[in-house]
């Protein structure tokens, strides 16, 4: 069983910065790409960031310049710094892994159960 854990949100104030991290823990082969994804109420998940295991990194236009996803391989963990925060950053956040559980099986998609980031003053 493959299990993601989310850490890091909070309430920041517009212009600050947060970092999230989602360590994966559990019995597989290996991890592939990992990603965030966000939600606000009423509205569809979207992605935010996500990363290769050999470190390609894609972003919404809307988080370019200001998010930094990265991973630590060896941790099995992806983090994400969020800097120069909006009020319309405010969202639940979701890491998502592809791991494959055993080298003979297929990768399968892995949810955290999210952190919320609340950008106020």
């Known amino acids: 069983q493959v299990q993601l854990v989310e850490s890091g949100g909070g309430l920041v104030q517009p212009g600050g910065s947060l970092r999230l991290s989602c360590a994966a823990s559990?019995?597989?082969?290996?991890?592939?790409?990992m990603a965030w994804y966000r939600q606000v109420p009423g509205k569809q998940r979207e992605l935010v960031a996500d990363i290769t295991t050999s470190g390609t990194t894609n972003y919404a236009d809307s988080v370019q310049g200001r998010f930094t996803i990265s991973r630590d391989n060896a941790k099995n963990t992806v983090y994400l710094q969020m800097n120069s925060l909006k009020p319309e950053d405010t969202a639940v956040y979701y890491c998502k892994a592809a791991v494959r559980p055993r080298q003979w099986l297929p990768r399968q998609e892995y949810w955290g159960q999210g952190t919320q980031v609340t950008v106020s003053s």
């Open positions: 559990g019995r597989f082969f290996s991890i592939n790409s």
